[in-house]
């Protein structure tokens, strides 16, 4: 456990990391460990951020990273924690969030080789499950990703609940689609942690996966839930903790600036539509330009983005 001034010094070494590295993975390809508050902690360097909750029962995991650093994944967790990992919640689809599922599943594969099904309790002591939005199990049922890979329970309405060690988690499926059509964001209670999925991100614009269902209002929604759940401490510092998709630790004020953003792009973009501009005039006005040193991480991104946003209102047009 750390206590608060530790944790805010150490928010800053996920944003040092992330800075210099492509798809979440640290520099020197290693996995390190955040603590954040409660019995939560955030491991970077996977992939996507991963969220891990320990405690007298197990553990438990928010998204497993890529699939390639599945063995150090684990290694940190042992670090953390000699129990078993009980539950292993996803927040979406993507290979950097669920890649290390079937590494993760097999750590509760019993003696016959079969993963154990059920709730995790004395009596199924080496079972993982895995929850996710049933649109998750849609998704990679229709890939070429094993089944040991699968979620084991999902839910298709707006919650899902479990309790564990000690403390209520709820996984929120925003209303709609947001940046998939199966995100979910999970919200520790007693820690006050967040874990967003990429929902929420600090190193570049959103990620509108539009073949997999995203869509920009639904991105503003999600912002909106998590602001919904957030409460700061103190002149909008501390409180709540996010755990972004990618990035550094955030507070309640980092998604608010967060979620402004990406609506007043949304409002330019709408307006320049109104006014007949075609896609390609809205990319040559760059209506984005006062947030792409921030947000535009790489070559084309910003112009995806706003091709993402375009086509999002489109549609619902």
């Not at 029962?57 to 042992?78: E, I, P, Y």
């Not at 927040?91 to 509760?108: L, S, Y």
């Not at 004395?122 to 094993?146: F, T």
């Not at 330019?268 to 330009?289: E, F, P, V």
């Amino acid at each position: 456990m750390t206590n608060l001034a530790t944790t805010n010094l150490c928010r800053l070494i996920p944003f040092v990391l992330l800075g210099a590295a492509g798809f979440g993975q640290s520099p020197d390809g290693e996995i390190h460990v955040l603590p954040v508050q409660g019995n939560v902690y955030m491991l970077v360097g996977a992939g996507g951020n991963i969220a891990v909750q320990v405690g007298s029962q197990g553990v438990l995991l928010v998204d497993s990273g890529l699939a390639n650093m599945s063995d150090k994944v684990l290694a940190a967790v042992r670090k953390l924690s000699d129990k078993p990992i009980r539950y292993l919640l996803n927040t979406h689809v993507h290979p950097d969030h669920i890649g290390g599922n079937e590494a993760v599943a097999r750590t509760g594969v019993a003696s016959t080789g079969l993963p154990v099904q059920g709730t995790p309790g004395s009596s199924a002591s080496q079972a993982v499950q895995i929850l996710a939005h049933e649109n998750v199990l849609n998704r990679m049922s229709g890939a070429k990703i094993p089944g040991v890979a699968w979620p084991t329970d999902t839910f298709f309405n707006d919650e899902k609940e479990v309790y564990f060690n000690g403390e209520g988690v709820q996984m929120f499926h925003p209303s709609g689609a947001a940046h998939t059509d199966g995100d979910s964001i999970v919200y520790f209670r007693r820690s006050d942690v967040i874990a967003s999925g990429d929902l929420f991100v600090t190193t570049s614009y959103p990620i509108i996966d539009a073949s997999r269902g995203g869509n920009v209002q639904g991105v503003i929604d999600g912002l909106n839930l998590i602001l919904d759940l957030a409460i700061p401490a103190h002149q909008q510092e501390g409180g709540t903790y996010i755990i972004p998709g990618h990035g550094r630790l955030c507070d309640e004020a980092d998604v608010l600036e967060y979620r402004d953003m990406v609506t007043i792009i949304r409002d330019r973009i709408r307006d320049a539509t109104k006014r007949g501009m075609t896609l390609d005039q809205i990319k040559a006005a760059r209506l984005t330009r006062d947030y792409d040193a921030r947000y535009g991480s790489g070559s084309g991104a910003t112009e995806v983005f706003v091709e993402a946003v375009y086509k999002s209102l489109a549609t619902k047009k």
